[in-house]
DNA sequence: CCTTTATCGAGACTCATTGTCTCGACAAGA
DNA sequence: TCTTGTCGAGACAATGAGTCTCGATAAAGG
């Protein structure tokens, strides 16, 4: 028994033994994304991360118990939640610049293939799903923010909600199908298809 | 050796042996949907149908080599391809209908679950992707065509393709992540908002 | 009626993979 | 130096996919 007889039980002991490394746990990490992007790899599998890892089985287990929980850890590490929130000054030009952001970050090589494999690993673990839904729901907020600083131009009853699900429902459609690119001029014309719903239908007087 | 010495080499044989059991074939596919829909099993695989249809797995593996290929004649079975086109005069009138009878297909409690599971499949199987990727094309191409016979009223540079993304954008998007509703007000709605897009955002003078 | 051919269900079998357990080595504090 | 906890590596059982074999059965022709 140790000395110091009387302890918190709550807090049972400070830290004690060798500490985490932390190269380890970044390379399990960047390991989990690679293989995310490759896609050529089949599902993705605390094995088979520890492997891409260069890391022993156990030392993965150790710290997560499902794939998602690393991918959870990797995404919300790589902050790329950041999302733009443009003010040209007109509902026009904020959209088209919001979406061109948008779009171009869906579509780049480095990127794409992570979002399709966030969507495969969606549809396999709960808890990707409720990553991927986490994700969405805080880009949707964004738009909708972006939209409503433009409320007063507004037709008096439209629905944000289906102007922003018109558009991010165009971004993950294209490149989940990959039948149309998701470039600058899709983003300017998307953006004046909006604004048309938005106001109307009617040509605005100034 | 059979007493008929002479036979075509190209043609061996009509048939001949026990004939492959219908009910056999139609319960295997019954069961494919079926598990795609209740979703909450894992992955599709053939000794998981073959169980679901009381059925050995020797009989399965005979006729199919994966699961993309059960669904495949599943679905086709289904003759769920049918995609209606409205002729109500206008183009309002005509979208609007087409799109609450899309929207209704898919979040149809029925068919909805069928969906999702297709796209779960594709995201792991390259046949059920390709199977998923044709079943889209039919259904954009019937709304393009819907499309382009009111193409007169559209202003000049309209991208029928990408008002067409949009629509089945939003339905499949609002159908994966289930954050809000696919009801008749949102197809009515995304209807006069498509309409807005396509005539220019500038009111008909009619 | 009998033979031939091919399907059917059932189960044994191999193989790959997941997740657990154990081990010796090592690092960081007490 | 001792204790504690992490590390990589590998053994291990459990699970499941895909292959193979078996006896039973059904459809045709002789």
């Given at each position: 028994?140790?000395?110091?007889?009387?302890?918190?039980?709550?807090?049972?002991?400070?830290?004690?033994?060798?500490?985490?490394?932390?190269?380890?746990?970044?390379?399990?990490?960047?390991?989990?994304?690679?293989?995310?992007?490759?896609?050529?790899?089949?599902p993705l599998t605390l094995p088979v991360?520890?492997?891409?890892?260069?890391?022993?089985?156990?030392?993965?287990?150790?710290?997560?118990?499902?794939?998602?929980?690393?991918?959870?850890?990797?995404?919300?590490?790589?902050?790329?939640?950041?999302?733009?929130?443009?003010?040209?000054?007109?509902?026009?030009?904020?959209?088209?610049?919001?979406?061109?952001?948008?779009?171009?970050?869906?579509?780049?090589?480095?990127?794409?293939?992570?979002?399709?494999?966030?969507?495969?690993?969606?549809?396999?673990?709960?808890?990707?799903?409720?990553?991927?839904?986490?994700?969405?729901?805080?880009?949707?907020?964004?738009?909708?923010?972006?939209?409503?600083?433009?409320?007063?131009?507004?037709?008096?009853?439209?629905?944000?909600?289906?102007?922003?699900?018109?558009?991010?429902?165009?971004?993950?459609?294209?490149?989940?199908?990959?039948?149309?690119?998701?470039?600058?001029?899709?983003?300017?014309?998307?953006?004046?298809?909006?604004?048309?719903?938005?106001?109307?239908?009617?040509?605005?007087?100034?």
């Open positions: 028994m140790p000395s110091t007889g009387a302890r918190s039980e709550t807090e049972p002991r400070a830290h004690t033994g060798r500490r985490r490394n932390e190269a380890t746990r970044h390379a399990v990490l960047t390991a989990a994304v690679r293989l995310l992007r490759d896609a050529d790899h089949g991360i520890a492997a891409a890892a260069g890391v022993g089985k156990q030392t993965v287990y150790r710290w997560w118990s499902t794939p998602g929980e690393v991918l959870l850890e990797a995404l919300a590490e790589q902050a790329s939640a950041q999302v733009p929130t443009p003010d040209t000054g007109s509902l026009d030009g904020d959209l088209r610049v919001f979406l061109q952001s948008s779009l171009r970050g869906a579509a780049d090589p480095a990127t794409a293939p992570v979002l399709r494999g966030l969507v495969r690993e969606a549809a396999r673990d709960e808890q990707a799903a409720g990553l991927m839904r986490t994700f969405t729901a805080t880009r949707r907020a964004a738009l909708r923010r972006l939209l409503l600083r433009h409320a007063d131009r507004f037709a008096p009853d439209v629905d944000v909600d289906l102007l922003v699900d018109q558009a991010y429902g165009l971004l993950w459609y294209r490149l989940l199908i990959g039948h149309a690119p998701l470039d600058d001029d899709t983003a300017r014309r998307l953006a004046e298809g909006l604004v048309a719903a938005a106001v109307g239908g009617v040509a605005p007087p100034g």
